[in-house]
């Protein structure tokens, strides 16, 4: 293992300190906790998010003003505990409650429910929104269903939007849940992540090997090949999220191309390139672009695809509002 | 009738002991079927249980079972973090006023609604729900809970981590209704010793 860290146990807490120094005008750690709140929590319905932590910038860099109001960071890979995601849920609240944007795994979803439970004893009117946009598989490892992957970052954009514009809880919560339905993600890798507890790679890929449908935590995907060009992986990916999708030619669709970490943004144009091309057989309109490392998995290669079907311009008009984060860009 | 305070306790102290001796064990049967820290998880949440009831100003059982709640939910983690909280959680709720089969019974359900499971997933309730009915017979006994942990061995799992291992499940006993055999013969140790 080749890595850039101290004592391999303290590698989420020393991050949170280096990124809480790094973003100190926007961002600030609650005492004893792995929370990182907003400075700016405005008169709105709170956002919380967060889940394991190796997949930076999520969540923590989507915090500000315009986006989330929190995230709570657990162990490398693992959910935060109920204690914790209750901190960033009081942070939070300002009496108009707080919406729980939750990735599907077993681990985040019974911890952050519990959490719900207590804020709920607490008198902290709290819904929960989550996000299963990973089409690649049904039940694996750490997910009963489909995972929760890089389409996450559109939920937290859009309904950080909505909440900025004084969206209820109860509208949230419909908007939230409607908006999951339309973001579908695949991903492809390359290599596998290395948990600094762990040591050794989470899986092993033959070095012209790639796997499509890996999970954020290594989890196997649906197929194994040998390394494929660009343009092929593009073709292989579309192939399957448009299995999930009718793609209708006056439909609006956005489009994000999120890298898993350490494959460079040069490849990841590349690829968008080549999912330009493949889209546009089907005349469907791309209204919407994003691309970088948004959703990672530690030092895993290769990227997802995320697409998105909009409801309306209103939700393509979220995604390009200004935000005040760290990371959005 | 109910439970007091000392009792409450001393159940728990037994099941932190239980846990403890038997950390590698429940590590080794969740290697088989999870992720393998099944042991040390809990292993770890048992220790602040233990420093969190040893406060003499706890006077309720209620207390020291919230005590325990917490303790659990932040310092288990994964799954059976938020399942062992809200199970004690809810005991706590009524351990005051209800006896043993109602309060164990009131953690049984929190267990089902958290996890969405039911008896035969191989989860936790496998060992909540044959004791429950036993406890209502008062037919409860040690070897009943060996049995009830045997008796998980040739289901399939259908809810938590090792749904995923689908028929490969089948032949291992489950990790957490071990740990929570360790709970019930820590009960049956403790609770209405003085009668």
């Not at chain 1, 101290?6 to 989420?12: A, G, I, T, Y």
Request: net charge negative; with cysteine.
């Amino acid at each position: 293992m080749k890595k850039i860290i101290n004592d391999s146990s303290r590698v989420v807490d020393e991050m949170i300190e280096g990124f809480c120094f790094a973003h100190q005008e926007l961002v600030k750690k609650i005492d004893d906790y792995r929370v990182i709140v907003s400075r700016d929590i405005e008169n709105q319905v709170g956002l919380v998010s967060g889940g394991g932590s190796g997949h930076e910038p999520a969540h923590a860099g989507f915090v500000g003003e315009g986006m989330l109001s929190a995230a709570v960071c657990g162990e490398v890979f693992s959910s935060p505990t109920p204690d914790q995601v209750l901190e960033g849920i009081k942070a939070s609240d300002n009496g108009q409650g707080v919406l729980l944007v939750v990735k599907n795994y077993t681990g985040d979803v019974l911890n952050f429910d519990m959490a719900k439970e207590l804020a709920e004893m607490e008198d902290i009117a709290v819904e929960t929104v989550l996000v299963d946009d990973d089409i690649a598989v049904e039940d694996s490892t750490y997910t009963a269903g489909k995972r929760g992957v890089a389409g996450t970052i559109f939920v937290h954009k859009i309904l950080g939007a909505y909440a900025r514009q004084g969206k209820t809880l109860k509208e949230l919560k419909e908007l939230g849940d409607d908006l999951v339905g339309r973001i579908k993600t695949i991903g492809v890798a390359l290599t596998a992540a290395t948990v600094p507890e762990v040591g050794k790679p989470g899986f092993n890929l033959k070095a012209d090997e790639l796997e499509y449908g890996v999970g954020i935590h290594g989890e196997p995907g649906y197929l194994r090949e040998t390394l494929k060009t660009s343009k092929d992986i593009a073709k292989e990916l579309v192939e399957k999220l448009s299995q999930s999708f009718t793609f209708k030619e006056d439909g609006q669709y956005g489009v994000l191309v999120n890298g898993l970490g350490a494959t460079p943004l040069m490849e990841q144009y590349v690829f968008l390139n080549d999912v330009k091309k493949e889209l546009a057989e089907s005349n469907m309109q791309i209204a919407y672009t994003k691309v970088g490392n948004y959703m990672t998995s530690l030092d895993m290669a290769g990227l997802s695809l995320t697409i998105i079907e909009f409801s309306g311009t209103t939700e393509i008009a979220a995604l390009n509002e200004e935000v005040t984060t760290p990371s959005w860009g | 009738m109910t439970l007091t305070t000392d009792e409450t306790r001393q159940w728990l102290l037994e099941f932190s002991k239980r846990i403890q001796e038997q950390k590698q064990y429940l590590s080794d049967l969740d290697q088989a079927i999870g992720d393998g820290d099944h042991g040390s998880n809990m292993a770890r949440g048992v220790t602040a249980v233990e420093d969190m009831i040893k406060d003499d100003s706890l006077t309720k059982p209620s207390e020291v079972m919230k005590k325990a709640a917490m303790a659990m939910i932040s310092k288990v983690g994964g799954a059976s973090g938020p399942l062992y909280g809200s199970a004690f959680l809810d005991m706590s709720k009524i351990i005051d006023e209800e006896s043993l089969p109602e309060v164990v019974e009131a953690g049984l359900n929190a267990i089902k609604k958290r996890g969405k499971a039911e008896l035969e997933d191989k989860t936790m309730v496998d060992m909540w729900g044959p004791v429950v009915e036993a406890l209502k017979t008062d037919t409860l006994t040690q070897a009943f809970i060996e049995e009830t942990m045997e008796a998980t061995k040739p289901l399939k799992a259908k809810k938590g981590r090792a749904s995923y291992l689908n028929e490969r499940s089948i032949g291992h006993l489950d990790p957490g209704a071990v740990s929570s055999g360790y709970l019930f013969i820590a009960m049956i140790e403790e609770v209405g010793k003085n009668d």
